[in-house]
């Protein structure tokens, strides 16, 4: 069993690697896209990309009742897929960047980025798995700070050094970086030896509640009692504002003026700082506060940061002046909340999550809420097109706060007779 320090180093470097391309997909590439004549409505429309973070639940229960033992159950999954991402990386770098206007080029840019989500979705599917067993209720703040710190640097060098490269740095050059970072990466989990509790886990449990006749009885769980009712709706409702702003912000600092290099260190290096301190800030803050509170607080903030948008771009149809250092900030506060809430979010999720069906039940919750935002995020682009930024930001924010309402709700809920304990 890897002591406590080694446990976090090894979730940080397994986040960082997944958040490497995902931050590319998230960051880096509507901006490009914008910058290349893009419409709105287009680029929405590459979050179906994302596609496959929304349905791996699909799959999750072959990645729990499956694995080599003598390997590692789950690191039977995580080194193939860490190793495959590196080969997509590397194919992409032969792939130039002044091809993609071309319809034969784009498409093969498309399948080569989803096939890189597939691959990547399957390993969040083995991490979360293993980190559910692995931590226990005091270490789950800290190893879920420590995933959201990993994801963001991923999404520092993915999406913002990736802008910052490209402005001096070929495209092949960028590519063969970023699958050298996910390669050094593996390294840590390549000397992991899995507790034998996990192989035991893996091995006995019984499969067939995932075959395809029992699946109702297996989202039962998560309706069984008025807590996981209302638990169910806040996941449900939690990403909805992130699915609609998502594709918008971005493109909102080209049209605004920002260069690739303002963009890539100002806005996403400094923002992905920012949720760095952020997700700290949020392992700190569990320590002398309730989960619940903390969702309800970061929330509040979060619709804040969301007015703070709109305002924003009220300020740019209005063709009003705006200093580069209230957009970079306006960028970072909101980056900062959101990571407060992820480290929140994702401690609840795991709080939720059956040691024995581990990596099932903690991708179910997270695909249910990639599947709100990666819906929403792919109309948005359209909505947009018609409201224009400012309108459609106020409408954003106004739904937010309705959002509000699930949190508080299950939190209500928190203080009936239910089912306390997670098995």
């Known amino acids: 069993m890897p002591t406590t320090p080694q446990l976090y180093i090894l979730l940080f470097s397994l986040y960082w690697a997944q958040g490497l391309p995902v931050g590319f997909m998230t960051h880096a590439l509507p901006v490009i896209l914008r910058a290349q004549g893009v419409s709105l409505a287009h680029i929405g429309g590459f979050g179906l990309l994302m596609l496959p973070w929304s349905i791996k639940i699909f799959w999750a229960p072959w990645v729990d009742r499956f694995g080599h033992s003598a390997f590692g159950h789950y690191r039977s999954w995580i080194v193939p897929t860490q190793l495959l991402s590196v080969a997509v990386l590397i194919g992409l770098s032969f792939l130039p960047i002044q091809t993609l206007n071309q319809p034969v080029y784009l498409l093969t840019f498309f399948v080569a980025l989803l096939s890189m989500n597939l691959v990547g979705a399957t390993q969040d599917v083995a991490t979360d798995g293993l980190a559910v067993n692995m931590l226990n209720h005091q270490q789950q703040h800290w190893g879920n700070t420590f995933q959201v710190i990993g994801s963001r640097l991923g999404f520092i060098v993915g999406g913002g050094a990736i802008l910052w490269a490209l402005?001096?740095?070929?495209?092949?050059?960028?590519?063969?970086?970023?699958?050298?970072?996910?390669?050094?990466?593996?390294?840590?989990?390549?000397?992991?030896?899995?507790?034998?509790?996990?192989?035991?886990?893996?091995?006995?449990?019984?499969?067939?509640?995932?075959?395809?006749?029992?699946?109702?009885?297996?989202?039962?769980?998560?309706?069984?009692?008025?807590?996981?009712?209302?638990?169910?709706?806040?996941?449900?409702?939690?990403?909805?504002?992130?699915?609609?702003?998502?594709?918008?912000?971005?493109?909102?600092?080209?049209?605004?003026?920002?260069?690739?290099?303002?963009?890539?260190?100002?806005?996403?290096?400094?923002?992905?700082?920012?949720?760095?301190?952020?997700?700290?800030?949020?392992?700190?803050?569990?320590?002398?506060?309730?989960?619940?509170?903390?969702?309800?607080?970061?929330?509040?903030?979060?619709?804040?940061?969301?007015?703070?948008?709109?305002?924003?771009?009220?300020?740019?149809?209005?063709?009003?002046?705006?200093?580069?250092?209230?957009?970079?900030?306006?960028n970072a506060a909101e980056d900062m909340i959101s990571a407060m809430l992820l480290v929140v979010m994702l401690t609840l999720v795991m709080q939720y999550s059956r040691k024995a069906l581990a990596g099932t039940d903690f991708t179910f919750q997270v695909a249910l809420m990639a599947t709100v935002s990666g819906g929403l995020y792919s109309l948005s682009g359209i909505f947009a097109d018609v409201l224009g930024y400012a309108h459609y930001l106020l409408a954003i924010t106004i739904i937010a706060i309705l959002s509000v309402v699930f949190i508080l709700r299950w939190m209500s809920c928190l203080k009936k007779p239910c089912v306390d304990t997670i098995s």
């Open 167 to 330: 402005d001096w740095l070929d495209w092949q050059s960028t590519f063969l970086i970023l699958a050298g970072l996910v390669l050094l990466n593996t390294l840590p989990v390549l000397g992991l030896k899995e507790p034998q509790r996990l192989k035991q886990i893996s091995s006995n449990e019984d499969a067939a509640t995932f075959r395809w006749s029992k699946i109702k009885n297996y989202l039962a769980y998560f309706y069984q009692d008025q807590h996981l009712a209302a638990w169910l709706a806040v996941l449900i409702t939690f990403k909805i504002a992130d699915g609609l702003a998502g594709p918008l912000l971005k493109p909102l600092m080209v049209d605004l003026g920002l260069t690739f290099s303002q963009i890539g260190i100002y806005v996403t290096m400094l923002g992905a700082l920012a949720a760095l301190i952020g997700a700290g800030l949020a392992g700190l803050s569990l320590k002398y506060m309730s989960r619940a509170s903390a969702l309800l607080s970061f929330s509040i903030l979060k619709i804040l940061s969301l007015a703070a948008y709109a305002w924003l771009a009220f300020q740019y149809e209005a063709h009003t002046k705006i200093e580069t250092w209230v957009i970079y900030l306006i």
